[in-house]
């Protein structure tokens, strides 16, 4: 068996920290199973740094079903500080599902903020999601989930695609042309065009034997419609002027409707970058090696009064965009702030999943949001 909790485990609650099993010992003997309101949250006030919320559909499948009524941000909110989750019910009904719920959270969370920093850093540039081989097989559809939640244009893991009935791109890796041998870089790229479905674009890999230029050249000869550079760090020089050359010596030799795709530890700083001379990237550790958000989940109110542990922010709350695209979070009895936005909608009612999960009305949400909070990519994007 390969080393991954099954699904079961998951939805059965065995997917848990073991102190929560203990938990339910201990309330189960003393008969007590009060009613709480327990919110999620990585900062108490904003911060003015802020983070893309994914994750929460699989969040609302695990509750669903249970007792409990819950609130959260949409899926494509952007926030910075503040409760992005709500659940009130019997504590024991929840208690053990904590782990998973920020589990959930935290990790997407995370990469779709990555992926929002690469997303920003180019609005109008293709953009692919190519992390699925820096994680867990078992996440990929996250990792690609996350990426087009933030506004990618595609993803290259097949079961990812699967999972969301959506088709993922790919070309060819170096393999292909490996497997041909030096000089033969012609053959495999006829290989790939005779073989593969005509609907896969027609993207020469050209940088595994010889000067980048010189393949790509060759590859349009052949009726490609764009080429990938992928050099090796240890290669590339000055980078962005290998990809200048190419796009001059394309240009030169009548082709000028070539795309340039490149490839290989981009980060938001390369896209800017290049933004310019490339049409478009794929980008992979960038999003999967971003730190997961650390995320709390609190009890906040027991028994309809405020409760809560020392450092913590005491009673339910609401949160608000205010029309400067600023996040307020306030008591949830209190008056808001003048002309602010609720953020919080309803998730899970008597256990019903009353939220749709519309990937992309939350990528147009995502959008809007950046703009409207002036989103711009952390210290993780250089």
Known sequence: MFDIVPESAIEGGRATDAYFLRTEEAL??????????AEVTADQFPTGEFELLAGLKDVARLLAGRDVDADALPEGTLFDGGPVLRVEGPYLEFARLETSILGFLSHPTAMATAALEARRAAPETSLLSFGARHVHPSIAGTVDRSALLAGFDGFSHAAAGDIMDREASGTMPHALVICFGPGNQE???RAFDEAVDPDVPRIALCDTYDDEVDEAVRAAELGFDSVRLDTTGSRRGDFRHIVRETRWKLDVNGHEDVGIFVSGGITPRTIRWLADVADGFGVGSHITSADPVDFALDIVEVGGKPAAKRGKLSGKKAVYRTPDGGHHVA?????GPEGGESL???LIRDGEVVAGFDLDAATERAREDAERVGFRSGSGAE
Request: hydrophobic content about 40%.
């Open 28 to 37: 189960n003997h003393a008969g007590r199973n009060p009613r709480v309101v």
């Open 187 to 189: 053959d495999a790229w």
């Open 331 to 335: 008591l949830a009895d209190s008056e």
């Open 344 to 346: 919080f909608e309803p």
